[in-house]
């Protein structure tokens, strides 16, 4: 994992990848699946929802802080078997083998086998919907993982991988604050599979 | 635009495809381009995130109800363009020429052009973070339209397109809510342009 630019970790969940969210309740790492994310501004704020029946809730807002990460399209049977377990009774880095790294600012982990991850403070919780708004203090990415696609979950057991890129950055310049324009040579968020191709119709992409 | 059953209209946000948010302020229709969005539980409740500097804001808060509706693929440039100009000055409907029908339920429009639309009151306005809490009451799709995947936002200007579909809805199935689960011979949501051919590993599908 290398440092990825904080002002530009929302790219990382804006396109609605599943996510895993580690946490540290004192004693013990745990992760949970969550696919309920939203960005919540042109900088590193986020939300997550999830509730009290989640093991991790507890550790989520009491400690008031986690790591995002977002796993690779290959992980998915991982993925989905870390939503189908519970740390109250399971050690999931043990019963899925999953690589951890110390983080920079927060006690939870960095997941080796993920494509990026983001440190992240708890600076509201919302109880009324679940609503967990976080605020990135660092990110990583792993700039070795471009080949490899994240997933989108449907929510009924199936998952949509990612497809081609295409590329609207001349087109949206106006719009989009300097921070988010990638350096030369950079493509996307980094860690998106495809380099985009597909700049003339979109009909030629169906 | 067919009925679509509303206990599974997450299932079209959850995969966090880019939106378009259709408003009617009394007057007036307009619609935003609208990525940040999260489903907050198995049911049709959802959040978007905006704010009081876009045009749409007054319309979604004070009329409070809004149509989310899922564009193709194919739709980028005018999902872009939408974004880029404002219903203060601009008759979006006019200008990129968008086909709308009534809706059932809400003054706004439903999108003829998307490949699904969700009616949805506002219940709760979190204004300190942009976010709109809003309730689904009624959901329709294009059963006709099943060729064409939606859209992902990265944030700066380039969009991930649907890849290939995965299925773990057996794996899944003691987690699954019996609402969530599609009727026999439907693959997921009814948009996603793949069939779920990936059952094995899936390695195989990077």
Redesign the interface.
Known sequence: MKPFPLD?A??LL????VTLVATHDGQHDNVMTI????????AA?F?I?TGAWNYSWHALTTRRECVIAIP??????TV?GI??CSGRDTDKFAKFGLARHKATHVQAPLLGDCLANIECRVI?V?AQ???V?LEGVAAHADPTRT???T??????????????????????????PDS???PAGV???GI?RSK?THKGK??G??
Request: charged content about 25%; some cysteine; hydrophobic content about 40%.
């Open positions: 530009r929302f790219t804006e396109p609605g990848p696919t309920w994310t939203m960005v919540l501004d042109f704020r939300a929802t690779p399209a290959d992980m998915l049977d989905v939503g189908l509201e919302i919907y679940g609503i708004v080949d490899c696609g997933l989108h979950a449907v929510g009924d057991g199936t998952f949509i991988t990612d497809g081609p890129v295409l590329d609207r950055r001349e087109m949206m310049r106006p719009k989009l988010v324009l990638p493509v996307g968020n998106i985009p979109t009909h992409t169906r």
